[in-house]
């Protein structure tokens, strides 16, 4: 009878086809990114890397900027937030306009 076959290989033999996932997709603190994390902060300037949400999410990000930070001879402190009202509208984001530069590393923006 056509239309019984289901499967999940790229053909549609039945009412199922290839599953796509368009939604958004998570985030990855890739290498790249953080070379760009270090390449925009001043050098001689305090560096905050704040880490916003879940600390099984965030928290190993942020250990992986401050080890990268660090290693370039700043001066890193760290911060942490579950929650911010509004919240973060980006997973990551560096402000050195301030007194000290911040980092904000929010992987569920």
């Given amino acids: ?17 290839p599953v796509h996932n368009y939604g958004k997709q998570p985030f990855r603190l890739t290498e790249d990114l953080i070379r760009q994390v270090v390449a925009s902060c001043p050098p001689g300037k305090s560096v905050v890397v704040h880490a916003v ?12 900027l401050v080890d990268a930070l660090k290693k370039a001879s700043y ?6 937030t579950i929650m911010m009202v509004p919240g973060p509208t980006q997973p ?9 530069t911040i980092v904000m590393i929010a992987p569920d923006a």
Avoid: R, T
């Avoid at 239309?3 to 790229?10: K, L, P």
């Avoid at 001066?75 to 942490?80: F, G, Q």
């Fill in 75 to 80: 001066h890193v402190d760290v911060n942490s």
């Fill in 1 to 17: 009878m056509p239309g019984d076959e289901y499967n999940n290989f790229g053909n549609n033999s039945g009412h199922m086809g």
């Fill in 92 to 100: 990551l984001s560096v402000d050195p306009h301030g007194s000290v």
């Fill in 53 to 64: 949400g879940q600390p099984a999410k965030s928290f190993p990000m942020q250990a992986v």
